[in-house]
């Protein structure tokens, strides 16, 4: 963030402001523009899936229903609350999910949790399409965090566990799961606030 | 998360909700409730879904498989066709009813079942300019031409349009609707012309595409006179039979 350019950040508004306005497009039934977002987005979104499943047959199915329900739900996007970026990327990360867990996909916990960690060792080029502001924060806050909280929130977000998932698989109980888990979102939140200033 | 739970979670602060809704640990109808009594949360439940975005901030582009547009594509104009009927569509009552497709609303399932529309891909003729010049350039294309046809009882809503590619041997099945969950299981047939027996062909998930492959066998028997079933089974495995009551079913049509 502090450490982005000014150049940089000016490019990325001005490339989310094309998002919006080629989502607006789409909301209006235009195919030509949702062809257009694939262009531009869908080596990201791509890349973004094949860290949710594992293998290409499910990747491929997955980004063709990520772009379908942008079809159809492109009129629900809202610019006042978030990016297209992450309004996209959410959309992807919940159609691999959905798509991982009717797959019934289940590692053991533990190679589940060490195929993350070992997803996560690769991070280093921050990508341009992700809000820069706050992806070093959250990666630097997340990192101190205990190492069970950090397990859970990664479960959460890769796999889509939820509290009861999570507390089965840590053999703990779905109390102190919850608040375990609260409190890690607490700690990441002050943690985020410090180093964003905001 | 019971909702008496949201409520003892008084001491739990409005952001740290947003953030287990954005990590999805809190169930899709709490989280609706919490955006509805708070319609600014999900200004703040996106704002942690951009943080958390940012675990695969480093996940490296990577091009998609060329078919994968042409496939998007194809899916969407079957939806705009189902809207927008064709000059020679059958002067049913279900055209008028169709408008809803791009809404996508949750539909009662039981109104929900009454039909089935397809979207049926045989002739090459129906391949626009654009999609001959791709191929041309030697990306695979999917061929299609867009067909409706709605039956059971009347003029209920499509459930699902399927897509039949002829060149991948498969069919794509796209639920037309929100369907209310139920428990079992709906199962595709295909009831070939003539007296033979309805051919399982697979489990058609209810919120999202599926695709099936088509042996050999089954192309060959996937005619114009042959026509699709959906069934609801008690579980995946039908021992190829049909048990379950019919949901919806719909013939072929080549315009």
Known sequence: ?198 | MMANELEAMGATDRETLAAEIALGLVSAQEAAAATARDPELAAEIARWQGRFNSLVADAPPITPNPRTLPGILDLIEAETAVTTPPINAPATGLFEKLAFWRGLSAVGFAAAAAAIAWAVLITPEAIDPGRQQQAAGGAPVVERVILVNSILPRDGPPVYVVTFDQQAARLLVVPAATQASRSGVPYLWLVPEGDGEPVGLGVVNPSQTSRLDLSPDVLRRMTIRSSLVVTLEPSEVVNQSAAGPVLAHGKFIQL
């Open chain 1, 1 to 198: 963030m502090k450490q982005r350019s000014q150049t940089a950040d000016t490019a990325h508004r001005a490339a989310e402001l094309k998002l919006e306005m080629v989502l607006r497009r789409i909301a209006s039934g235009d195919q030509a523009a949702l062809a257009e977002l694939y262009r531009l987005t869908s080596a990201r979104l791509n890349g973004v899936i094949w860290r949710f499943v594992l293998n290409r047959a499910m990747a491929e199915e997955v980004l063709q229903d990520v772009y379908v329900n942008v079809w159809r739900k492109a009129s629900t996007f809202d610019a006042g609350h978030g990016s297209p970026t992450t309004w996209l990327m959410s959309i992807a990360r919940n159609r691999a999910i959905d798509r991982l867990r009717a797959e019934k996909v289940r590692v053991q916990p533990s190679e589940d949790i060490a195929d993350i960690e070992l997803a996560h060792a690769g991070a280093s080029a921050l990508d341009a399409m992700v809000e820069g502001e706050t992806t070093e924060a959250l990666l630097r806050c997340l990192d101190r965090l205990g190492p069970d909280q950090q397990r859970a929130i990664r479960a959460a977000f890769f796999r889509g566990s939820t509290y009861s998932e999570l507390a089965d698989a840590e053999n703990v109980p779905l109390s102190t799961m919850k608040s375990r888990i609260r409190r890690a979102l607490m700690q990441l939140r002050k943690c985020i606030e410090y180093h964003d200033g905001e």
